[in-house]
């Protein structure tokens, strides 16, 4: 490696772009081209290939991951490997190819700092020294990609192509080579697209967020989560998740976003709900703690939710959340064994002020009056709450279920405390002890 050590390499890999370049610019030429040949002493784990025989390599990360990089690296790798072999780089747009994959800063050119890689604007094209070719497309244009050839391709932002056609054009034409593949680079969004490639025979998934990147100023990456932490944006944006939308969901994604606020009143009443688990080490005990505002507004402000637990660890919880918040009450489910409930509560707090309620109808059936309270406007979350949030948005008008784990037992918790907010008049409070 030009007398530059792997233990040299992996610290200059760590250090940022400015103090990189001066520690590189003291080393000379031979540092430099060590360094630049080594991606893959320095890159993080999920900017690397995946082993075995893949032919689809999906890397679905948050913004600041280093996708771009990644792709101009394989396709470098790519380039070197297979002397004349023909890439496909395919943007959302034009555009964007160009922009981004080619001429960026993380870009194709940019990446081949030994001057091995020639851009060619007119014909579109990026030509490497042993005969590989590069070619750009714009995923808007799926008509271009019917006809030509090739070993490899890079797709990036594929959350943003308008055109599922251009997906099918470009891997009927991965048929170059012993072992055509794809790098698919993109900041995920539940389209149909996404979906078709994530669930394809031969694609490999690798997630990614934004703090993964220690070469990101950590300024950014606080400002980045303070800001939109938890919420559906962050959870897409930063996280890398794959946020799916339910059909007929009580709660809409947009909803649950739209009804979130720092700004919380003086709560007036407030209650802990409470959906035990049939047993232990099965679903998880929902714990969510709401209030009412002198404004007449609910206030979702904790879950306080645990998986797993023995009823002596469950009731700790409630009993922890309750005193936090200064309940007035807790509103326990009793359907599974009602007495039981009350006896282990009891038992973490004697004078904990329960109320216990039965569930005559179905936890849809429930949740729909509460969600309307959403809808008009009524009911606030305090912050991002993505467990519970997750299980609301699973929730399907007229009944059913479709979202993580067996049973909504945070929604559940959460409809219980709301509904004697703001629905049943018992839910008024009485004592305020804790």
């Known amino acids: ?11 200059l890999g760590a250090l940022d772009e400015d103090q ?13 081209e060590a360094l630049n040949a080594a991606w893959e002493l320095w890159a993080h784990p999920g900017q690397l290939p995946p082993p075995g025989d893949w032919r689809v390599w999906l890397l679905q990360a948050g913004r600041g991951f280093g996708k771009t990089r990644a792709g101009a690296e394989w396709v470098r790798a790519m380039a070197r490997a297979v002397p004349g072999a023909r890439i496909a780089l395919v943007g959302a747009t034009i555009e964007d190819a160009r922009k981004v994959m080619v001429e ?11 001057g091995d890689a020639v851009w060619r604007p007119t014909s579109g094209e990026v030509r490497f020294g ?3 070719v590069a070619t750009v497309y714009s995923a808007a244009a799926p008509e271009k990609l019917r006809g030509p050839e090739h070993h490899f391709a890079w797709a990036d932002e594929l959350a943003k192509w308008s055109h599922a056609s251009t997906w ?4 009927m034409g991965l048929r170059l080579g012993v072992l055509p593949r794809v790098l698919v680079t993109t900041t995920p969004r539940a389209t149909a697209l996404m979906r078709q490639v994530r669930a394809a025979p031969g694609t490999v998934v690798t997630r990614g967020s934004t703090r993964d990147n220690a070469h990101l100023p950590d300024a950014f990456v606080a400002a980045m989560q303070a800001s939109y932490g938890g919420t559906r944006l962050g959870r897409q944006e930063l996280d890398g998740e794959l946020i799916e939308e339910v059909a007929g969901a009580l709660w809409p994604r947009a909803l649950i976003e739209r009804q979130r606020t720092a700004a919380v009143p003086e709560l007036m009443r407030v209650v802990v709900g409470v959906d035990p688990p049939a047993g232990i080490g099965g679903d998880a005990c929902g714990i969510v703690a709401a209030g009412v505002g002198r404004d007449g507004h609910g206030y979702v402000i904790e879950d306080a939710s645990v998986t797993g637990a023995s ?3 469950w009731a700790d919880a409630v009993v922890a959340c309750a005193t936090r918040v200064a309940a007035d009450r807790v509103i326990a489910e009793a359907n599974q064994g009602g007495a039981m409930v009350e006896q282990v509560l009891r038992a973490a707090q004697a004078s904990l002020p329960i109320r216990l309620v039965h569930a005559t109808r179905g936890k849809a059936a429930r949740a729909e009056p509460v969600a309307a309270l959403y809808e008009r406007g009524r009911v606030w979350h305090a912050r991002a709450f993505p467990a519970l949030e997750d299980e609301l948005a699973g929730l399907i008008a007229g009944g059913g279920y479709d979202g993580p784990g067996r049973s909504p037992d945070r929604a559940d918790a959460c409809v219980w405390a ?17």
Do not use: F, I
Request: a neutral charge.
């Open 418 to 434: 709301l509904t004697a907010l703001m629905l049943d008049k018992q839910g008024e409070a009485r004592v305020r002890s804790m």
């Open 130 to 132: 042993n005969g590989a």
């Open 1 to 11: 490696m030009s007398g530059v050590g792997e233990q040299a390499l992996r610290e």
């Open 104 to 114: 960026g800063p993380s870009g194709v050119v940019a990446v081949a700092r030994d």
């Open 168 to 171: 099918d054009n470009l891997t």
């Open 20 to 32: 990189r370049a001066r520690v590189l610019a003291a080393m000379g030429d031979g540092a430099a």
């Open 311 to 313: 009823p002596e660890r």
